[in-house]
């Protein structure tokens, strides 16, 4: 049901470096570039992530509330993949744990435009 999420950066392609990067381990790469906007994801029949310039060329911002979850499999890629996000310079906001027990295990950061992720695994 999920074609894409969108989040607005500043820097265009130190956002791309950035998410190529972390994301790789699950597949990700640039499927789509243009001048404003970069679709990153496995597939273009997958959930994909997009970072862009905002359309309206105002100054990007975070919604309060507005969160990016991603499920990578398991709880070891949970930890694995937030360790890489604080190496490539995130900043934490919420160190791996069990959320729920024995239902939800998470991990978040903020990237560099302060937008929150959540590294996360169900079950």
């Known amino acids: 049901m999920l074609s894409y999420v969108t989040i607005g950066v500043t820097d265009l392609e ?3 470096a950035f998410y190529t990067d ?25 959930p994909m992530l997009a970072i862009c310039i905002p359309y309206d060329e105002e100054a990007q911002h975070c919604g309060n509330g507005n969160m990016l979850a991603i499920a990578p499999g398991s709880k070891a890629q949970v930890d694995e993949l937030y360790k890489k996000a604080m190496e490539l310079g995130a900043t934490c906001e919420g160190e791996p744990g069990q959320r729920v027990p ?22």
């Open 14 to 16: 130190k956002s791309a």
């Open 22 to 46: 972390l994301l790789a381990p699950l597949g990700a790469k640039i499927l789509i570039k243009m001048e404003r906007i970069i679709f990153i994801g496995s597939s273009m029949k997958a």
């Open 102 to 123: 024995d239902m939800f295990y998470g991990a978040y950061f903020r990237d560099f435009d302060g937008n929150k992720v959540c590294f996360n695994h169900f079950g």
